[in-house]
């Protein structure tokens, strides 16, 4: 059960992930690779806010949303100038250098060594310190995110990043600023995935940049793709199906740093398989 | 009263001019062709008119009032001009409702994203996709029409732009003749609502049957203008569509 | 001590390295014009062959190195026959082709991993090759001499069989325009798997230099490829020449500017350099503006 419990918080987790990377990717036709370090701004955020600082989870995820927000603007600020193959490689560049920054920044991330000793959360007397209650306020986030994103993807604005996806050359003659638009997604899916982030920190209780880095960005990529492009319930059956596939390693009883490898592999071919039979993935509306 | 006026506008490419000091006056409230043979700048003119390609030098004057030697793509609603695209740019894989839509709602960031479309959106969206006869197929993927249902929903979303400008780029390219007439019966309409058309046409016979004006461009530069039974009988501009 | 004369000798050596990684990625990008992921694993794929056949079984050095080349220049020729080919076939898009050959990279990575561990590995102990050459008050190792004259070696073959055979010919009418090039009659597929092999292999060597020159570890395929891609950006995308040039610049700005900057920000500084060209001068130095 304690197992089970475990699956599903994770799934809510990488579930927001998806749901704010589709945004992005599925909606707005940029593909990202950059999401990762999203998600580690969001994590750093609230553990040094809660460790250092000592606030409160709350309020940490809220900062920490802040600042992850802030940081997507100014990145998508770089990015939406980009386009194509060197809007790619700028976010898996991106990517990389935030890494860097959490590796070399030591004063403030302690480093490789990582932050240990992140508190669960408390909420006036309430405390979800125990895993089922984690569940449920993952749940909550997963539920809040979906309905974000939903509200943004009907949105007469959620319709115009389609149309930027499709054809942003032609949106333009219609009046449409694509740069603002690009500037506004990043900075919403930014923000989103600072609350896995806050999520993931105080769940594991322990974070290093390695969890971070480019390969999580890919991760996250394969969930988006494998659920489909531009659909939400999309995101969350990948998320759904990617957490949960790895995990019947285990029952073959590989060791656990082949297991954490085997993994990876399975992602990297399912990328492939995907690209090669099915790019729209399982329940997509968007070819890339 | 002049609509759009270049005053020797120019647009290069790697040194070679595509528009070559070109100065023109498009009358407001008429249809105003411009025609030349295959590479002499009439897309490029549209282009650089639209703000999608950089004016390299001279100026552009709209309404005799905004005089610009910078045209950004998305102002140029503001200035009451939209366009079609002669090699079509759809949103392709959205509905043809929503090809419509996108042009009728908020622009401004913010408010966009705290509306969705209203009745009058829809109004005005089933106005102009009726006029088109593509209402009823209104939820289909842009990209499952025919070539020409594709060029029909191209001039409904211009016109759904409601603008004074309308700057078509071979609408009737590769039409079946009962499309052309859908489409040339709209290009006189908008006329007798007093709107500017500058079109880019092929076929003498539609720019004798539209026209109110005729530019003839060859290798960037003026080649003739006037009345378009005037311009097609002088020997340059047979020339110049013959090949010498 | 004027260190100025090896600050030159660590930017011409890093350059080297870089060039070889530039040299393969633009010949590649250049026939198939999307950014690829993969060559970056083989350059791990080249570096572990050689620890596997020189420091494991201990065979001879010059056969491990050739080997370890090999190796990845085939494991390239095999990442386009299984999915890139089909993947031109498909007509797929470029952001299709990039997210394969990320999976592609990211599952190599993961193999290598399984093979041989996460650990560093260095491939030369510093005993072995103690000979160090001076010239000009810079000090280097015979490997980083080699690396800079194999480099160089490297650039000038590949550009005379580029000039001079009818096979470079068809590289660069393949470069110019795919469907051209078909219409010409060139056996377009083959070629193009041919140019994966010959890319595969100048990256299979640039890592094996670096499991010389400082080691190797399975996520070096990251650095490596983002090095690779922003000296041929800065160079010109594509462009074989361009890409060689960028490479050494790139070398000069890393090495000199860790004057200045602590040297584990050196990733930052090869990164912002890639930001600056990909925002002002996203055609590189040798390619003409779009």
Redesign the interface.
């Known amino acids: 059960m304690a197992y089970l419990i475990h699956l599903l918080i994770l799934f809510a987790i990488y579930g927001i992930l998806g749901l704010s990377l589709n945004l992005v990717m599925g909606y707005t036709g940029l593909l990202s690779v950059t999401h990762g370090a999203f998600f580690g701004i969001g994590a750093y955020a609230t553990a040094i806010l809660m460790t250092h600082a000592g606030l409160n989870f709350f309020v940490a995820l809220i900062v920490g949303l802040v600042l992850s927000g802030v940081v997507s603007f100014i990145i998508g600020a770089i990015l939406s100038r980009l386009s194509g193959d060197y809007f790619v490689l700028g976010t898996v560049g991106l990517n990389y250098l935030i890494v860097t920054v959490l590796i070399n920044w030591s004063d403030l991330t302690r480093g490789p060594l990582g932050i240990a000793g992140i508190h669960k959360p408390h909420f006036f007397g309430l405390s979800f310190s125990d895993t089922p209650a984690f569940l449920v306020l993952s749940l909550i986030f997963l539920a809040l995110t979906f309905l974000v994103a939903r509200f943004v993807v009907n949105s007469s604005f959620g319709r115009a990043l389609k149309a930027i996806r499709e054809d942003q050359k032609a949106l333009q003659v219609f009046g449409y600023n694509i740069f603002s638009y690009k500037l506004a997604i990043f900075t919403i899916s930014g923000a989103l995935a600072a609350i896995a982030g806050a999520l993931f920190a105080s769940y594991i209780t322990f974070i290093n940049p390695a969890s971070f880095d480019v390969m999580q960005s890919v991760f996250i990529l394969a969930v988006v793709v494998l659920g489909g492009l531009g659909s939400l319930r999309g995101s969350l059956l990948g998320a759904l199906l990617l957490v949960i596939i790895p995990e019947l390693l285990r029952f073959v009883g590989f060791p656990s740093e082949i297991a954490a490898q085997t993994r990876q592999a399975i992602y990297g071919l399912l990328l492939v398989v995907l690209m090669l039979y099915r790019p729209q993935g399982l329940i997509g509306e968007y070819k890339l | 009263m002049f609509s759009i006026q270049t005053k020797n506008l120019k647009k290069h490419f790697?040194g070679v001019y595509a528009v070559d000091d070109l100065s023109i006056k498009i009358e407001t409230g008429q249809i105003t062709s411009i025609i030349g043979p295959n590479g002499s700048g009439k897309t490029t003119l549209i282009n650089t008119l639209?703000?999608?390609l950089e004016i390299d030098g001279g100026l552009v004057v709209i309404e005799e009032s905004e005089k610009l030697s910078k045209i950004t793509?998305?102002?140029?609603?503001?200035f009451g001009i939209?366009?079609t695209?002669q090699n079509i740019?759809?949103?392709?894989?959205?509905t043809i409702l929503?090809n419509i839509?996108?042009?009728l709602?908020?622009?401004q960031?913010f408010r966009?994203?705290?509306?969705?479309?209203q009745t009058f959106h829809l109004k005005i969206a089933e106005e102009v996709l009726t006029r088109v006869g593509l209402w009823e197929k209104r939820g289909q993927l842009a990209v499952n029409l025919s070539y020409g249902q594709r060029k029909l929903l191209e001039i409904a979303?211009a016109l759904a732009?409601d603008a004074k400008i309308y700057l078509l780029d071979e609408p009737f390219a590769g039409l079946f003749p009962e499309m052309v007439k859908i489409i040339s019966g709209i290009i006189k309409e908008l006329k007798q609502e007093s709107k500017t058309v500058i079109l880019i046409e092929h076929d003498m016979g539609l720019i004798r049957e539209l026209s109110d004006y005729v530019f003839v461009l060859d290798s960037g530069k003026l080649l003739a203008e006037g009345k378009p039974s005037e311009v097609l009988a002088k020997r340059e501009v047979i020339e110049a569509y013959l090949g010498e | 001590m004027n260190i100025i004369p090896q600050i030159v000798a660590n930017s011409l050596i890093a350059g080297s390295i870089y060039a070889l990684i530039a040299l393969g990625f633009n010949l590649v990008y250049g026939a198939t014009r999307f950014v690829n992921m993969v060559p970056g694993a083989l350059a791990a794929i080249g570096g572990y062959t050689v620890f596997f056949l020189f420091n494991r079984l201990g065979l001879n050095i010059y056969f491990s190195v050739i080997a370890g080349v090999v190796v990845a220049g085939f494991f390239g020729y095999l990442s386009d026959r299984l999915v890139f080919r089909k993947l031109r076939s498909h007509k797929a898009s470029n952001l299709v082709s990039f997210v394969a050959s990320l999976g592609i990279f990211t599952m190599l990575q993961a193999l290598i991993s399984i093979l041989f561990t996460s650990q560093f590995q260095s491939v030369l102990s510093v005993t072995e090759n103690p000979k160090t050459y001076q010239i000009l008050g810079a000090t280097f190792t015979w490997v980083q001499g080699l690396i800079f004259i194999t480099s160089i070696a490297a650039f000038v073959s590949l550009a005379l069989i580029l000039k001079k055979t009818s096979f470079g010919k068809a590289v660069r009418a393949v470069s110019d325009d795919e469907e051209v090039s078909k219409i010409i009659g060139i056996n377009t597929n083959r070629l193009i798997s041919w140019i994966f092999f010959i890319g595969s292999c100048l990256i299979g060597l640039s890592g094996i230099f670096i499991g010389f020159d400082i080691g190797i570890n399975p996520t070096m395929g990251l650095f490596i490829i983002l090095e690779g891609a922003t000296a041929s950006i800065i160079g010109g995308i594509g462009n074989v020449y361009g890409g060689f040039l960028g490479a050494f610049l790139l070398g000069f700005v890393e090495n000199f500017g860790i004057l200045k900057i602590p040297g584990e920000w050196k990733p930052a500084i090869a990164f912002g350099l890639l930001i600056l060209f990909l925002i002002f001068k996203p055609e590189g130095i040798m390619n003409k503006k779009k």
Do not use: Y
């Open positions: 790697d639209s703000g999608l793509p998305h102002e140029i609603p503001s939209t366009r695209f740019h759809l949103f392709e894989q959205m929503d839509l996108v042009v709602t908020d622009r960031v966009a994203i705290f509306e969705t479309h979303r732009m």
